[in-house]
């Protein structure tokens, strides 16, 4: 057995870190910045419960991940020590790119995805490590020939989802994301290179994509946590639109550096060392903290939206399966432009409409294989005895503030 450092997850129990890589990298400070990343953004602000970081989950698929491994090995998949090693550590730093907030400000404070930022940290690390991460990058990006390995990492049934159906479900106190996560990963095989799950766990992969949907609409996506995390981008642009007019804005060094610039995933990979350094130092602190001084601002706008996060007074905000009619945005919005206490300019901060979307299930690629047991391998959409809601689900939505609309329309 591989010693390594004994961890007492809430979720799991006792996990294990082995030592040697996979520890050296889980004690880099880039790493411990997720212990300063909430995984569930402003998700707290509906259920308490809800501060678990990055950290934690990172180190709660580290754990599936080597369940998983196990798994396959005892029913002879071929994975060698390299390329367990691998998969565990490209699983470990799967969200090591994520920024403040986790999804919330990806494409506002830096238009990079999480996934770009992560392979570019994992490519500094293989080189501050002397090559022994290649191997994980290669079966994180999918360009390594065991496409299995890289489906324990990203795919329909991975173990990035498992954990964080479990982790996120555990500390909201939402009990419809519990999910079998011990029976899928004692269910999964190979074939064909492909990840496959046997057909004795079909009502388990069933139960988790149910799970995931009721968990996006109920937790992730619920209104009120929408209604914050809107607030919070609109916030970073209205502090980004005063800072590159010229204006001073109270901001700490990691996150004055990238209210003040634009940067693209093409500065990234041209000024690799400099960028990820200055992102390494951003985390949910330097917003908070930035939150605390804009709520004093000079700009009564930014003031008025930083007090409303700090002090949890939140807009207003409609869900709707259908796109609002437009006489009754127009009729929101001129209630808005008559309560409005602040230049005209700051409508676009005060009412605004959008969407969200959310499929469980994507039929359209790399659908979760069954192996029935006469070893035949279907995709789930013909395996399962109940239809797999696989429609992308559109949402609408309109945001405005509580106060600036009468009682009657607040109904």
């Known amino acids: 057995m591989v010693k390594g450092k004994i961890l007492n997850d809430p979720v799991y129990g006792f996990i294990n870190v082995p030592y040697g890589l996979l520890f050296q990298l889980a004690e880099h400070p880039w790493f411990q910045r997720l212990r300063r990343i909430k995984q569930m953004s402003l998700a707290h602000y509906v259920y308490p419960g809800a501060l678990h970081t990055r950290f934690h989950h990172a180190l709660g698929a580290l754990h599936l991940m080597t369940e998983a491994v196990e798994v396959l090995r005892g029913k002879g998949v071929d ?42 940290f994992m490519e500094a690390l293989d080189e501050a490590f002397d090559g022994r991460l290649t191997l994980a990058r290669r079966i994180f990006d999918g360009s390594h020939p065991k496409h299995f390995l890289h489906q324990l990492v990203s795919g329909q049934v991975d173990m990035d989802r498992m954990d964080y159906l479990n982790r996120d479900s555990f500390f909201t ?40 949907r009721l968990m996006y609409w109920q937790a992730y996506l619920h209104k009120t946590v929408l209604s914050a995390e809107q607030m919070l981008v ?60 804009w709520a004093f601002s000079n700009d009564p706008l930014l003031a008025y ?41 700051a409508l676009p901060y005060l009412v605004f409409e959008g969407e969200e979307k959310n499929s469980a299930y994507d039929t359209s690629k790399d659908e979760v294989k069954i192996l029935h047991k006469n070893g035949a391998v279907l995709p789930m959409s013909m395996s399962a005895d109940y239809g797999i809601q696989s429609k992308l689900v559109t949402k609408y939505y309109l945001c405005y503030p509580k106060e600036s609309v009468g009682p009657a329309m607040q109904m």
């Open 79 to 120: 994975i060698s020590p390299e390329e367990a090693e691998g998969v565990q550590v490209a699983i470990l730093l799967h969200d090591i790119g994520h920024g403040p907030f986790s999804h919330t400000l990806e494409h506002s404070l830096i238009n990079v995805s999480h996934e770009t930022l992560s392979l570019l």
């Open 173 to 212: 106190g939402v009990h419809e994301g519990v999910i079998g996560y011990d029976r899928i990963i004692k269910m999964l095989d190979v074939r064909d290179n492909e990840l496959v799950v046997e057909e004795k766990g079909i009502y388990s992969v069933e139960k988790f994509l149910i799970a995931r």
């Open 234 to 293: 609109k916030t970073i642009l209205r502090a980004r639109q005063l800072t590159r007019s010229g204006h001073e804005v109270e901001a700490p060094r990691p996150l004055a550096f990238f209210l003040k610039n634009e940067l693209t995933p093409e500065h990234f990979s041209q000024n690799r060392e400099e960028l990820l350094g200055n992102f390494a130092l951003l985390d949910d602190h330097d917003v908070m903290s930035a939150l605390k001084a």
């Open 305 to 345: 939206l930083s007090q409303g996060i700090l002090h949890r007074r939140l807009y207003k905000l409609e869900l709707s399966n259908e796109p609002f009619d437009p006489a009754y945005v127009n009729s929101i919005r001129h209630c808005v432009e008559r309560w409005n206490p602040f230049r005209a300019e």
